[in-house]
């Protein structure tokens, strides 16, 4: 007897974030184009989530796919230590045109975590390269970058990473200069550098997202990122979520004044189809591995860095963000957040709601606890899906981060479901 798709599924995967135990079957995906995703039996899903953040352009993108496969017809893959190819080279010139104007140079790897553990090595081996080893980071309470173990340390104390804790190396925390804040924050930075022997701040610009969509304005970010450099530390931007347009801009850190040294980018890169991240620095740090001496080297690199067709969706993905049109929808997402958030804010299951462009999160009050395990969670997230909606609350937060290509119609049937699961739940 044959097995069906789902009883073969339980039989040989072990799925990310789930409890394989009491977890329900997951829901086969046969197909996906714009913000859909249809299942087996025909039903569709508009993808409010962008597919944990990676898709800016939507699914099943013909542009996209025809780049892919001539690149793959033309040069699928190549080690990248002592080789090069024309894909990486365009990429990291096209990424540096758009970056901040500090940026130098590309440092290719996968995935987000990596992006960050990279930057994170960076800042270390920079200090240790110049002679004066430095052994403190400073990081957000409730930040998130990624699941390696330097990206675990630096997360905020996510009760998620228990089994790990005593693995995990110690980080400075600071709390989230959220409006109201602010002064907190730059007390606790100042004190943490006091210490000395801090060589790097670790942040997610404007909007810190598995940590619950909490947000904060690009003033007390510049004030942070300036104190950090007029003590020689050095910032390290981890922009894994907010790159491509999530926020309102190509990055987050283009509402900055100031800039930071070291930039991570994954998610949104490649336009959604191909796992790739990049670790962007200035000349300064990448001087500091420029040496006669062979341990000075950055000796880091993973089997599939700079991968051409990674890099050829990468750049058919910034293609698209020439495109003025992907910048109007960006604008109507971000529009019509306003409009529903001015409806809604005074609904009074609402405890807080925030947008940061075509981010919007709406903290649902509950009266049982609000971790990431809060019950309430669930029954959101089945109750969306149920009625063809894709939404991962985090806990009590709900939030909606869609492909920029999402209809007016499609954005108007999420927010009636929300407005629906207030009156409800
Ligand atoms: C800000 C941030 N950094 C890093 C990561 C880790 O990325 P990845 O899941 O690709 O390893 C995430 C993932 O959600 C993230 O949101």
Redesign the pocket.
């Known amino acids: 007897m044959s097995l069906s798709l789902l009883e073969k599924d339980r039989r040989y995967i072990w799925h990310p974030y789930t409890q394989m135990l009491t977890a329900p079957a997951p829901l086969p995906i046969v197909r996906a184009k714009d913000t859909l995703l249809y299942d087996d039996q025909g039903n569709a899903y508009i993808d409010a989530v962008a597919s944990w953040?990676v898709n800016p352009h939507g699914h099943a993108k013909e542009y996209i796919a025809k780049k892919v496969l001539a690149q793959m017809l033309e040069l699928e893959h190549v080690i990248f230590a002592g080789f090069t190819h024309r894909p990486a080279v365009e990429l990291a010139e096209r990424l540096l045109k758009v970056l901040p104007s500090n940026q130098s140079k590309v440092f290719f790897s996968d995935?987000?975590?990596t992006a960050?553990e990279i930057g994170i090595k960076m800042a270390i081996q920079y200090f240790h390269n110049l002679g004066k080893p430095r052994s403190r980071l400073i990081a957000f309470d409730h930040g998130?970058?990624?699941?390696t173990f330097g990206?675990m340390s630096a997360s905020g104390d996510l009760s998620l990473n228990n089994p790990f804790k005593k693995q995990l190396f110690s980080v400075d925390r600071i709390p989230v200069p959220v409006p109201g804040k602010e002064a907190e924050s730059i007390q606790a930075l100042k004190k943490a550098l006091a210490g000395g022997d801090v060589y790097a701040f670790l942040f997610?610009p404007l909007v810190l997202?598995?940590g619950g969509m909490l947000m904060y304005e690009p003033e007390v970010l510049d004030e942070l990122i300036t104190i950090c450099h007029e003590n020689d530390v050095l910032c390290i931007a981890?922009e894994?979520?907010t790159g491509f347009g999530r926020t309102g801009k190509l990055f987050a850190c283009n509402y900055l004044k100031t800039s930071p040294d070291i930039m991570c980018l994954?998610?949104c890169l490649t336009g959604g189809t191909l796992p790739m991240a990049t670790t962007i620095c200035t000349q300064d740090i990448f001087d500091a591995f420029l040496s006669e001496d062979k341990y000075k080297t950055f000796f880091h690199g993973h089997s599939y860095t700079a991968n051409p067709v990674g890099c050829a969706a990468a750049l058919a993905s910034l293609d698209l963000f020439e495109d003025p049109a992907c910048w109007e929808q960006i604008r109507m997402i971000e529009a019509s957040h306003k409009k529903y958030q001015e409806k809604i804010k005074d609904h009074p299951r609402l405890r807080a709601i925030r947008q940061r462009g075509t981010i919007l999160a709406l903290e649902f009050s509950s009266p049982e606890d609000t971790s990431y395990f809060n019950e309430i969670r669930d029954q959101l997230y089945d109750f969306f899906l149920k009625n063809g909606v894709l939404l991962r609350p985090l806990g009590n937060v709900i939030y909606i981060m869609p492909p920029y290509c999402i209809t007016k119609e499609q954005l108007n049937k999420v927010y009636q479901l929300i407005k629906q699961a207030l009156d409800q739940f």
């Open positions: 953040w995935n987000g975590s960050v998130f970058h990624g699941e990206a997610e997202g598995a981890d894994v979520m994954s998610k």
